[in-house]
């Protein structure tokens, strides 16, 4: 049971980083590789810890 919620726990997190990917033109944040590697990175943290990333995360999440 352990190792199926692991399993779901970093699906999910790979799940959000790759669509936060996808999305990261339609949010407000500097074009930049750098910057888009570490916000996909650490999307968790930040989703929790900031309200400005949260809505950038979801604008990106949206469809075309």
Known sequence: MIKLIIIGLIAG???GAWK???GF???H???SLPNRIG???LWPAL???NKSYRRNF???L???
């Open 47 to 49: 989703f929790v810890a």
């Open 58 to 60: 979801r604008q990106a």
């Open 20 to 22: 936060f990917w996808n």
């Open 62 to 64: 949206k469809g075309k």
């Open 39 to 41: 916000l996909s990175i």
């Open 13 to 15: 997190y790979v799940y």
């Open 25 to 27: 033109e339609r949010t």
């Open 29 to 31: 944040f500097t074009r």
